[in-house]
């Protein structure tokens, strides 16, 4: 008589799931046709790690440190490469740049603080322009103008001299003297950049920007660019004023519109403000557009220089795209 093998009742009852459900009591275990351990397939390139692994553990080590070397090295340089990239908005904060928030009046850089008010930082010196003042002024033109009035504003000496008393004249100089002081007091509050708005210390930024990076200024200091072999030197016009419309004045007046909506849009309210938001954007591709220009005319020269040091610029300012988010 032939033995009885068991097998499955139907292909119902068949279940190809490594962990099957816990079937009915009515209802028998169906078996399993999957292997109890399952290997994933590897690629030829891990299989080929897995042997050198096992065949020289000394020379897999030594692969791996290389390659953890190798992954620091990159990271490292990766960081200095970010550096140098700079912010496509700010650049690198430079203390001429950061002299644009007092229009060159205050001495030392503002600090973060704390709650408690105590600074988190040093303040860093930065440069002054005290000879600016508000209203398009020069200390030079408020002194002479305080010495003129001084004269005018003095009284005359009376020409009764001998009848008149000496110590009436004693009282109108003192008087003098004291409203001619508070007249100067009242003079510097006004035209001082310290209590002025922000349009006021704008063009006052301009006035340093021309003083900095003009060419009736810059020229005979800084070093020209090299010709080219076979070109002939280009004789310049003779300039008829102060230079306003070179290149990189252009491009620092930008800096400085630029570095006044940027800080306004990082505040608290500035995501809501789509307009300046755009306006940013717009100086930025303006910016970006002077700045390639410049270095296709300027690269080489003690002007370029100049200005990519003092205001800070890196390639993200005029490299690749700019994008404002």
Same mark, same amino acid.
């Given at each position: 008589?032939?033995?009885?093998?068991?097998?499955?009742?139907?292909?119902?009852?068949?279940?190809?799931?490594?962990? &099957?459900?816990?079937? $009915?009591?009515?209802?028998?275990?169906?078996?399993?046709?999957?292997?109890?351990?399952?290997?994933? =397939?590897?690629?030829?390139?891990?299989?080929?790690?897995?042997?050198?692994?096992?065949?020289? &553990?000394?020379?897999?080590?030594?692969?791996?440190? *290389?390659?953890?070397?190798?992954?620091?090295?990159?990271?490292?340089?990766?960081?200095?490469?970010?550096?140098?990239?700079?912010?496509?908005?700010?650049?690198?904060?430079?203390?001429?740049?950061?002299?644009?928030?007092?229009?060159?009046?205050?001495?030392?850089?503002?600090?973060?603080?704390?709650?408690?008010?105590?600074?988190?930082? %040093? &303040?860093?010196?930065? &440069?002054?322009?005290?000879?600016?003042?508000?209203?398009?002024? =020069?200390?030079?033109?408020?002194?002479?103008? !305080?010495?003129?009035?001084?004269?005018?504003?003095?009284?005359?000496?009376?020409?009764?001299?001998?009848?008149?008393?000496?110590?009436?004249?004693?009282?109108?100089?003192?008087?003098?003297?004291?409203? +001619?002081?508070?007249?100067?007091? $009242?003079?510097?509050?006004?035209?001082?950049?310290?209590? $002025?708005?922000?349009?006021?210390?704008?063009?006052?930024? !301009?006035?340093?920007?021309?003083?900095?990076?003009?060419? +009736?200024?810059?020229?005979?200091?800084?070093?020209?660019?090299?010709?080219? %072999?076979?070109?002939?030197?280009?004789? %310049?016009?003779?300039?008829?004023?102060?230079?306003?419309?070179?290149?990189?004045?252009?491009?620092?007046?930008?800096?400085?519109? !630029?570095?006044?909506?940027?800080?306004?849009? $990082?505040?608290?309210?500035?995501?809501?403000?789509? +307009?300046?938001?755009?306006?940013?954007?717009?100086?930025?591709?303006?910016?970006?557009?002077?700045?390639?220009?410049?270095?296709?005319?300027?690269?080489?020269?003690? *002007?370029? %220089? +100049?200005?990519?040091?003092?205001?800070?610029?890196?390639?993200? =300012?005029?490299?690749?795209?700019?994008?404002?988010?």
């Amino acid at each position: 008589m032939p033995p009885r093998i068991p097998g499955p009742q139907g292909l119902m009852s068949m279940t190809l799931c490594l962990r &099957p459900a816990a079937a $009915a009591a009515s209802r028998p275990i169906a078996p399993s046709f999957q292997p109890l351990i399952q290997r994933a =397939t590897l690629t030829q390139k891990e299989k080929e790690k897995l042997r050198i692994a096992k065949q020289d &553990p000394y020379r897999w080590k030594q692969a791996q440190q *290389r390659r953890n070397r190798n992954l620091e090295r990159q990271s490292v340089l990766q960081v200095d490469r970010d550096v140098a990239w700079g912010d496509p908005v700010f650049g690198h904060i430079t203390p001429f740049v950061e002299s644009f928030d007092s229009g060159g009046q205050s001495p030392v850089s503002e600090v973060r603080k704390d709650d408690d008010g105590n600074p988190l930082e %040093e &303040p860093r010196p930065l &440069p002054t322009s005290t000879h600016v003042l508000n209203y398009q002024l =020069t200390k030079e033109e408020l002194d002479a103008a !305080i010495a003129e009035s001084y004269k005018l504003t003095k009284p005359l000496p009376s020409r009764a001299g001998v009848l008149q008393d000496k110590g009436l004249d004693l009282i109108e100089e003192k008087e003098h003297e004291e409203r +001619h002081k508070r007249a100067v007091e $009242a003079l510097h509050r006004i035209t001082t950049l310290e209590n $002025a708005s922000s349009k006021d210390k704008r063009h006052a930024n !301009i006035r340093r920007i021309v003083e900095t990076f003009g060419r +009736h200024e810059t020229d005979p200091v800084l070093r020209q660019k090299p010709l080219a %072999e076979g070109q002939e030197e280009r004789i %310049e016009k003779v300039r008829g004023g102060p230079d306003t419309g070179s290149s990189e004045v252009q491009i620092a007046i930008l800096t400085a519109k !630029i570095r006044v909506l940027a800080k306004m849009l $990082a505040s608290k309210k500035g995501n809501k403000d789509k +307009h300046n938001k755009k306006n940013l954007r717009l100086l930025l591709h303006r910016r970006q557009k002077l700045l390639k220009y410049m270095e296709r005319r300027e690269r080489g020269s003690g *002007r370029w %220089e +100049h200005m990519i040091e003092t205001l800070g610029l890196t390639p993200a =300012t005029w490299k690749k795209q700019i994008e404002i988010r």
